[in-house]
T-cell receptor, first 114, second 112 residues
Framework: NAGVTQTPKFRILKIGQSMTLQCTQD?????MYWYRQDPGMGLKLIYYSVGAGITDKGEVPNGYNVSRSTTEDFPLRLELAAPSQTSVYFCASSNGAGGSGELFFGEGSRLTVL | AQSVTQLGSHVSVSEGALVLLRCNYSSSVPPYLFWYVQYPNQGLQLLLK??????LVKGINGFEAEFKKSETSFHLTKPSAHMSDAAEYFCAVMKGNTPLVFGKGTRLSVIA
């Protein structure tokens, strides 16, 4: 059972470049999330989706875009990379919200912008 | 908006000693509360969760947490620390159908 799979695991970008972080889950979960983790700051929500075709902004959406065309996939797009986007990015999924909203996380994608 | 505060960014204990990681939440309505653990270079995994069924919640690896409404706290404990418990621990809160909000994390070190 693969769970939540993120690619790539590591990436170095130059300022102004664009890239997409891929996330796919095989648990048929409706809810999917993108968080970024910075040292000492915990995890901050970038975007989330409650189902195919539905996305919403989280706490720190600026500089990012998402789409949700299928239940399985939730890619995160960085259009013009900036040093402030250097971080570890985690994709997560869950079967529901509220008390049943246990999140299952991918292993993370470490992005460095130089 | 709900939030959680984790007291202490780094906690160090001796092997076999009590582990106590503190978490306080702010919410006008009792929320759902979670503890997650992150081992080095891995994603987060659920330790335990409070969903109002019982105030004392038992999780994996011998951890438990007690929901105290009067203190707005959800502290994580383990009677006897093991070397394998060294990791970062995150408290998180969810109210209704809103996404999880995480605390800043507490790094636990276990000294032999």
């Amino acid at each position: 059972n693969a769970g939540v799979t993120q690619t790539p695991k590591f990436r170095i970008l130059k300022i102004g470049q664009s890239m997409t972080l891929q996330c796919t889950q095989d648990m048929n979960h409706n809810y999917m999330y993108w968080y970024r983790q910075d040292p000492g700051m915990g995890l901050k929500l970038i975007y989330y989706s409650v189902g195919a075709g539905i996305t919403d902004k989280g706490e720190v959406p600026n500089g990012y875009n998402v789409s949700r065309s299928t239940t399985e996939d939730f890619p995160l797009r960085l259009e013009l990379a900036a040093p402030s986007q250097t971080s570890v990015y985690f994709c997560a999924s869950s079967n529901g919200a509220g008390g049943s909203g246990e999140l299952f996380f991918g292993e993370g994608s470490r992005l460095t912008v130089l | 908006a709900q939030s959680v505060t984790q007291l202490g960014s780094h906690v160090s204990v001796s092997e076999g000693a009590l582990v106590l990681l503190r978490c306080n939440y702010s919410s006008s309505v009792p929320p759902y509360l979670f503890w997650y653990v992150q081992y080095p270079n891995q994603g987060l995994q659920l330790l335990l969760k409070y969903t109002s069924a019982a105030t004392l919640v038992k999780g994996i690896n011998g951890f438990e947490a007690e929901f105290k409404k009067s203190e707005t706290s959800f502290h994580l404990t383990k009677p006897s620390a093991h070397m394998s418990d060294a990791a970062e621990y995150f408290c998180a809160v969810m109210k209704g159908n809103t996404p999880l909000v995480f605390g800043k994390g507490t790094r636990l070190s276990v000294i032999a």
